[in-house]
């Protein structure tokens, strides 16, 4: 099919070939394949730029380390910033190279490597410091970088989020977690097995061993099969990224289709990491071009895939690791040059433009090659059990950290315990799985295999050419050395300075390699140098999984009334308030003109209103009354059953956190009718202090604002429509006065009767069963068009409770608003019981005669209403001051004229003056009077 | 507009049916619910139902039942209206008639736990003692009713229409080619 792909080899579907596109240029594959085996099997080299100098990169590993092979899959579906070595190819596809313009191939800013001694590390912010760092940023963010973010994307709304538990999480599908994984689902434990790979079975899918006399992938097979039938789940291509407190295990599992990741909370009784270990490069110079990869990669296209790396190859190593690679692809009739760093021979130099030409070695001989296979040690992957707060020790002998002490619930298996060859890993195991209980492991016999054995081939100072210790981010041992000369030499300074092992790679080939450079730079021994921290996520992970099924109208969704659809059946125009969905106004005509059509309308005749979202939380008990008097401002144990009292509730520090209306229905049972908005917060405040200073067996709060739907009826003709309702209690005002409360019903369901306002006209809140409150809200407005009824909008009620003075606790008041200073003085002069906030009434503080006061303000220009927000100033020193600001203005189509309400220093002893209210720059007058500009006598409540 | 595009209408109580990956959701309209705080066990023999109370996947039965939401609080369901009388209780319990506050789901088929992992952090083995639990992010409580395979899920009415969307939106992810949820049989 192609010169790199060989025949006989791999577990691609040669019968069912594919296409796809990458980088305008076709590419032809098989299913099976990945996007980088697709295009190492079409000879493509170049698959990227690097992140700063926008070198040539090729592809370096397999799986989740690839540094280099960063692509954006742009159709069927759309992922950002895709490692290529993870991702399969689809027919179709269309992949582009990141951070390259117009291709990885030829990029139009290759350029700037030619500048590249010019731009160590830290350059931008030693020389772009004139006129500032962020006159430079943009265009350098530009050009420098992966993927793009591109708003217009739009990826799956949703994602699944589940979450599991079990006895035994098993991070890893190798020899090793398999094996445990079976192994301790034989002996009864409920296990999840995850691994990252595109299918279970790690080193074994693509090493030759035997195991129990099977061969290794038929051992895997085998293995997943046993797995099955014993009902373990079996995660494949599912990375472990974050170990969190409390054993919390987070993964996240890529999808093939083009779904979202699903994302996965498990919290397992043990963890078992299983994570194998990730292969170093070997520093030498030009070790970044294309054609430079990973031996253990190659070996995983080779017999995985497929696909040969080159066709006249070298392998270097510094250990036994690697000799397989070399042995398969002579075998698979590669030419193969090795270059084993324990025999003396080393490579010098990779020879090439855009890619590899040739390998110049220590013995000054040059060697043609088409790629470099390169093995500088294994280093096991133990991010999660740093993450999970494990020490790591230096070995020397296996030239790695390995784990240190033990972590609770976690134990190592494998080669991220350092066991490289397959005997040592299958013990390893075993005492894993004796660390959790589960002793007398029988374990497989295997072939005997080779000791693993490596000679240090670390980054030295002064290295000839620029050697590469992180690919990703473009870091090179002269970085390491400048970093170094300037004092950066603390492994986090360093990390900081060079961006080594940064971002998504977070150091997975480069770390070791750049900690060794440092050690030798400063004198120290690797292990005096450490290690940076590791951070989640491991590997990225979409911020689609975090999101999960948090979007859209999912997102912090608003309660709904119950009467929602009625009220769009009459046109309601819904918006939220305070956490619920509520009509803002009725009618398809302007929203001003309407919201002045409703309160005009009804002033005039009667409006029907949906006040179900106000709170209705019960207080019962004996010491109802008693805590009542603690939590509001205002005296409320001598109101009388069937009688209501409009009052606040101070925070501790005396200011206003919420008004309303108490309605005591009984003795020992209370309402408290708080504001829509703070219904929560209410709760939670008075479930606070019934637990801090009541008999919690003699106070209950329940809060079933739910339970009823709370209809009101306010307007001069508001008790004639009622009384064509039917509730079966008397509406005489003898009977049912303002602020009382009386049982009634309607059609056979309980209702209860309240005449408050917030309006200021004759009212009556009509509490029923929420469930049944549909019928009545009909009669209500089938009854109504012969009183002219108007459904009245919430920005309406605004506009009457304005005209009156009646005050939005959050609207009118701000966090430094204390009773007083809303003109209610009395209850902190004369109760004689202790209430929340009365000690803080008494400071200083709240006694200052300069206090921000409710106030009424005229317009006096004939203008417009003032704009919410304006300050009234006055002049000063440095020119102007604040003294307050508007919280309100509307224009009243009762008065017909603009009325607005605010906080102005001294207000309520200000009353005539006027004063200047400034906004955006526009200066205006407004007199200063009582904030009650309609009927203040009250005649309308019974009127 | 934009607030009233974003929210889809409120589904019809009467017709609230959802069906897939082996699972029927449906509402329980007509249930009457009885929050009882204090004396518990007093109130429990008032109303004739357990004094302890079905936990988060304990299972309940019977047309009046218990559910614990709270060390010192029951929610008292039955299939008869005035099983216990609102207000204080001289023997030490208070009742608030909760009918028509909390919505009632019910989850029925063999895979209705799927549900629960997603919705809720709850470990599938064994019962809590107590039901009240956060389901998709919401104050909610959970049990099972007549079997483990049947699961009652309470939650405050006015974000009854936000769970009805979320379960569909959930039953529509898991109906995808790679759901967790169809493939979970056997695994």
Not at chain 1, 271 to 277: E, N, R, V
Not at chain 1, 916 to 925: A, N, P, S, Y
């Amino acid at each position: 099919m192609t010169s790199h792909r060989v025949d006989g080899l791999g577990h691609v579907d040669r019968t069912r070939p594919i296409q796809f596109i990458f980088d305008g240029r076709h590419v032809t594959a098989f299913e099976g394949d990945t996007i980088a085996s697709a295009l190492l099997a079409n000879d493509i080299r170049v698959v990227g730029r690097s992140f700063k100098y926008h070198r040539p990169r090729g592809i370096w590993g397999a799986g989740v380390e690839e540094p280099n092979a960063i692509v954006d899959v742009e159709a069927p579906f759309v992922i950002r910033n895709c490692r290529a070595t993870t991702q399969p190819a689809v027919n179709g596809m269309v992949v582009r190279s990141v951070n390259a313009s117009p291709t990885a191939a030829n990029d139009r800013n290759a350029f700037v490597d030619y500048f590249a001694r010019f731009m160590p590390s830290a350059f931008y912010y030693k020389t772009f410091m004139w006129p500032n760092w962020h006159f430079f940023e943009p265009q350098i963010r530009k050009m420098a970088g992966l993927g793009v973010l591109d708003p217009e994307t739009r990826g799956p709304r949703y994602a699944e989020q589940i979450n599991e538990r079990c006895d035994l999480l098993v991070i890893g599908g190798g020899p090793a977690g398999l094996f445990c994984a079976l192994t301790a689902a034989e002996r009864g434990k409920k296990v999840i097995l995850c691994d990252e790979g595109l299918e279970p079975g790690g080193s074994l899918l693509h090493r030759e061993t035997t195991i129990n006399g099977l061969d290794g992938r038929d051992w895997v097979e085998r293995t997943l099969a046993l797995l099955k039938a014993r009902n373990v789940l079996v995660l494949p291509r599912t990375t472990a990224f974050g170990l969190y407190d409390h054993g919390l295990a987070a993964l996240n599992e890529r999808r093939q289709t083009g779904g979202a990741d699903r994302l996965w909370r498990i919290r397992p009784a043990h963890i078992l990491l299983a994570t194998g270990a990730i292969e170093r490069p070997l520093p030498f110079a030009n070790n970044d071009l294309p054609g430079v990869m990973s031996a253990d990669a190659a070996l995983v296209y080779l017999r995985r895939l497929g696909v040969a790396a080159g066709r006249r190859v070298v392998v270097a190593t510094n250990n036994s690791h690697a000799i397989e690679t070399a042995n398969a692809l002579r075998h698979a009739g590669v030419h193969v040059s090795l270059v084993d760093y324990r025999r003396g021979l080393r490579v010098v130099a990779a020879v090439g433009q855009k890619h590899v030409t040739g390998v110049e070695l220590s013995d000054g001989s040059r060697v043609k090659a088409d790629a470099i296979l390169v093995s500088g040690g294994l280093s096991p992957t133990l991010h999660l059990f740093s993450q999970a707060r494990g020490k790591l020790r230096w070995d020397e002998p296996l030239s790695a950290f390995m784990p240190g002490e033990p972590v609770e619930r976690v134990s190592i298996a494998g080669a991220a315990a350092g066991c490289f060859d397959l005997r040592g890993v299958f013990e390893s195991a075993a005492s894993a799985l004796a660390s959790v209980g589960i002793g007398d492991v029988s374990l497989p016999t295997v072939d005997a295999g080779t000791a693993f054995e490596i000679v240090a081939a670390w980054p030295t100072p002064n290295m000839k050419g620029r050697v590469w210790i992180d690919l990703q981010h473009d870091v090179t041992t002269k970085d390491v050395e400048l970093a170094a000369r300037e004092n950066f030499i603390s492994i986090e300074h360093l990390k900081r300075y060079t961006t080594l092992g940064m971002a998504t790679d977070q150091g997975k080939t480069s770390n070791l390699n750049g900690l060794a450079l440092m050690a030798q730079l400063s004198d120290r021994t690797i292990p005096e140098v450490g290690t940076t921290t590791y951070r989640p996520p491991f590997t990225p992970v979409p911020l689609s999984s975090f999101g999960g099924m948090r979007g859209g109208a999912l997102m912090n969704p608003p309660r709904r009334l119950v009467l929602e659809n009625e009220h769009v059946a009459d046109g309601a125009n819904l918006r939220e308030y305070g956490g619920w969905l509520r009509p803002a106004w009725y009618g398809s005509e302007p929203e001003a003109a309407a919201i002045q059509r409703e309160a005009r309308h009804a002033r005039e005749t009667v409006a029907l209103f949906d006040g179900s979202p106000l709170g209705k939380i019960e207080v019962q008990g004996t010491q109802a009354a008693a805590f009542m008097d603690f939590v509001y401002y205002n005296t409320m144990s001598n109101l009388k059953p069937g009688r209501c009292r409009y009052g606040f509730m101070l925070g501790e520090s005396g200011t206003v956190y919420d008004d309303g209306v108490l309605v005591r229905l009984e003795e020992n049972r209370f309402i408290v009718s708080c504001s829509s908005s703070h219904v929560a917060g209410i709760y939670a405040f008075l479930e606070e202090w019934r637990q801090d200073r009541f008999d919690r067996n003699q106070l209950f709060i329940h809060n079933a604002t739910s339970e009823t739907a709370t209809l009101t009826v306010s307007g001069p003709r508001s008790r004639v429509l009622l009384e064509t309702i039917g509730l079966g209690l008397s509406l005489d005002d003898d009977a049912l006065s303002h602020m009382a409360t009386a049982w009634g019903s309607f059609e056979g369901t309980v209702v209860r009767v309240t005449r408050v306002s917030f309006t200021g006209d004759r009212c009556y809140e009509i509490s029923i069963r929420a469930d049944r409150a549909v019928t009545l809200w009909d009669r209500l407005k089938e009854n109504g068009r012969s009183f002219e009824a108007v459904l009245l909008g919430l920005e309406a009620l605004m506009v009457l409770r304005a005209e009156k003075g009646f005050i939005i606790i959050g609207k009118d008041s701000d966090g430094m608003t204390r009773p007083m200073d809303l003109g209610v003085s009395t209850p902190l002069i004369k109760k004689q019981v202790e209430f929340i906030g009365r000690r803080s009434l008494l400071t200083e503080e709240a006694q200052r005669g300069d206090r921000n006061q409710l106030v009424g303000l005229e317009v006096v220009d004939g203008g417009a209403p003032f704009a919410t927000g304006a300050h009234g100033v006055e002049p000063s020193k440095g020119g102007k001051r604040s003294i307050g600001y508007i919280t309100s203005s509307y224009f009243s189509p009762t008065l017909k004229r603009p009325i607005a309400l605010g906080l102005i220093e001294r207000g309520s002893n200000r009353h005539g003056e006027t004063i200047e209210i400034q906004h955006l720059g526009d200066v205006r007058r407004a007199r200063l009077g009582p904030p009650c500009f309609f009927d203040a006598v009250g005649e309308r409540l019974n009127a | 507009m934009l607030d009233q595009k974003l929210w889809r209408a409120l589904p019809d109580r009467h017709t609230m049916r959802l069906e897939g990956g082996g699972l029927r959701i449906s509402n329980i309209p007509g249930l009457s619910q009885y929050l009882a705080s204090g004396q518990i066990s007093l109130a429990a023999a008032a109303a004739g139902v357990s004094a302890a109370g079905a936990g988060a996947l304990g299972i309940a039965s019977g047309n009046s039942y218990s559910v614990r939401v709270a060390r010192d609080r029951l929610l008292v369901v039955s299939s008869h209206e005035k099983l216990l009388t609102p207000g204080w209780n001289d023997q030490g319990y208070a009742v608030t008639d909760m009918s028509a506050a909390l919505e009632v789901f019910e989850f029925d088929g063999p895979l209705c736990s799927e549900i629960v992992k997603r919705a809720t952090t709850l470990p599938l083995s064994g019962e809590s003692p107590c039901a009240a639990l956060a389901f998709a992010g919401i104050s909610a409580c959970l049990y099972c009713y007549r079997s483990d395979q049947v699961l009652r899920l309470h939650i405050d009415r006015a974000l009854s229409a936000y769970v009805w969307e979320w379960l569909e939106t959930m039953l529509g992810l898991t109906r995808s080619d790679e759901s967790q949820l169809s493939g979970a049989a056997g695994r």
